[in-house]
Structures are given as structure tokens and as C-alpha cells.
């Protein structure tokens, strides 16, 4: 072992793979139940788009958290590895016929609906099957969050939700389709956020907005506050989990929840992201004029979001214990954007050393492409090895 990491298992295995830290998964799980449990009428499910990998998915369904999906994919994934239909809420702004009956068919929670025409859709399709959907109206609050540009969710400009000018109306004509049953409103303003007063200012546009609907007699029973609590990348050994505390003690501060009210949160990334890393190897140390090159066999086919959002990731050399030296780390793809990283210090490194790239249990996996027909990258959890 160096560090976490099983080495030895590790060079058995062909790389590039993701590996998965159940243990931390386990104790994030542990956290988030704790800090929820607190709070009365905390409901957590698990967003599924951040890792669907099979195991993972499992063993967050064990901790008893519901799932969150957006696709009808998502929704058979969550159901393969034990969720129930009961706990699988159904956003995004695209569904198809064949998803929506797949929702109708399983029966799910809630459909979190993005437009009045969907709504419409929904009801026409229920009414075939005479089955009554539960939706909550997912609203475009119009609060920024302090994250990436491509991971805002809640602006007015943004392709999500239900703008609040139109609420109301939306909500009438909900409450007049016969096979509609309207339960809630649904809120998500971005993903990677840290800093806990774009959560108290999402809080504070829910309160105007219950005062406003509880004039005119609305009976909301379910508030979704969607997801996007951020993690530490730069720091992931000595702050492996997340703030849950802060985060659920946000909430529980600032949303004025009516008596019975039911918050649903939709956490992805805070869950899964600390506990998955990318290995790959070292396939050559290249010398350019003014820079020195570790190419790896892991590409942007396997981790894309360097390549798409400039993310970081901490890079580790888990096979060297020599002094440091400075790379720029690329991949094999036939893409100038195929780097995971430039300018980084890792231990001198030779062919053949496996190198870790951290913090990509989210959006790492679940990601992957073929594109230069490469394969797709295989996940192992520690019990694998």
C-alpha cells in the first residue's frame, strides 16, 4: 500500500480503471444520513447521473436514499440495483414518451415537470394508462450560484425550469388536469458550490415565494432544493468529506418550511466524487523544448472534465518516492485538449508508474466515451481486489 491505495492489486489490473473507496463511501453515507437525520422531514436522494456505476449504486440504496434521475435510463438503473420506486423522483427538460411511461409503469414518487407543455404531455399520457401522476413544477429561480459558467442551473437565462412570472399559471392548470396531481415545487441552482449563502439566498426566493402562494391558498406539500453542494479537489486526503453539517444546517436556518412540509434534497457529486479515483499508467516521459510531458494511457475518453471545463483534479505519482518534478500530464487522444493537467509537480516518474488522478467519483465514469475507439474504462470497488 501507498498511501489508500492498493498497489500491488493495482498493477494486476489493466489500466486506466476507476477504483472506489467504499470505505469513504460508506462513511460519507454514514454523514449524510447523520447530519439529514436531524432535521425533521429531511429527504435525501442520491443523483444518479453522477456515478451509475452498478456497485456504487448499490451500496448507496443500502444507506436507504432515494434517487434522483434524468433520464429513463437513470430510472432503470435505480430500480436494477434496489431503489425504490417509491423514493425515484424524474427531472430534466427533455423527456421523452418512453420515459415518462416508464415512470407511469413503475409508478415513481414524482416527476419534477420543466414546462407547461411537458406538464400537458404527461397528463395525455397518464390519462392512456388511467394512472395519476404525481408532479412537482420545477421553478427557474433565478439565483446565481458561485460555481462554473456550464454548472448553473438556476439563472433566468438558463434552459431549466419554469420561469416565476409563469408559476402560477403553470400551477392552475396543473390543479385542472385530471390526471395530474400536483405536490410540490422543485428548485436546483448549479453544481460545485461552496459557499453556503447561495444556498441561504435560494432559501430566501423559496420563503417569497411560499408567502406569495400561501395568499392565494396553494397547498404545497413537498419543497425539492435539488443538489450542488461542492467537495474540496485541491484537497481531497485531508478533506475527504464534504460539509454536510453546514450545508443541511443551511436549510434548516433559513427555509421557513410550513407544518408537515416535506424537503427533499439531490445530492451527486458531495456523495460519490472523494471516493473515486482514476488510475492510469505511465506510458512515456516525453522532453519537449521548454516542458517535459508524463503521457498516460487515460485520455479525455476516460475523464472528460478537464478537457471540458479546465476542472482540476490532484495528480499523484503513487508509484515514485523521488524527488518532485514538473510535468504537464496528457493522454493518449488525438485532441490538443486531451491534458489533465499542466505545470504539476509529482514525484520523477518513469514508464510504467501508475499515476492517480483524484476526485473522480463524479462525472468521471459515467462520462467515458469511445471516441478514437477507445474502451470504455472498467470501475472496481475496493471489495473487487
Known sequence: MKGKFPIDKFQQIETPFYYYDTELLRKTLQTVNQEAGKHENFIVHYAIKANANAKVLNIICQAGLGADCVSGGEIQASLNAGFSASKIVYAGVGKSDWEINLGLDKDIFCFNVESKAELEVINELAEKKGKIARVCLRINPDVGAHTHANITTGLAENKFGIALSDMEMVINEALNLKNIKFIGLHFHIGSQILDMSDFAALCNR??????KLEKHHYNIEHINVGGGLGIDYVHPNRMPLPDFKAYFDTYAHHLRLRPNQKLHFELGRAIVAQCGTLITKTL?????????????DAGMTDLIRPALYQAYHKIENISSDEPEETYDVVGPICESSDVFAKAIDLNKSHRGDLIAIRSAGAYGEIMASQYNCRKLPKGYITEDL
Open 284 to 296: 512515456y516521459i516525453k522532453q519537449g523544448t521548454h516542458k517535459q510531458f508524463a503521457i498516460v
Open 206 to 211: 423559496i420563503n417569497d415565494i411560499q408567502d
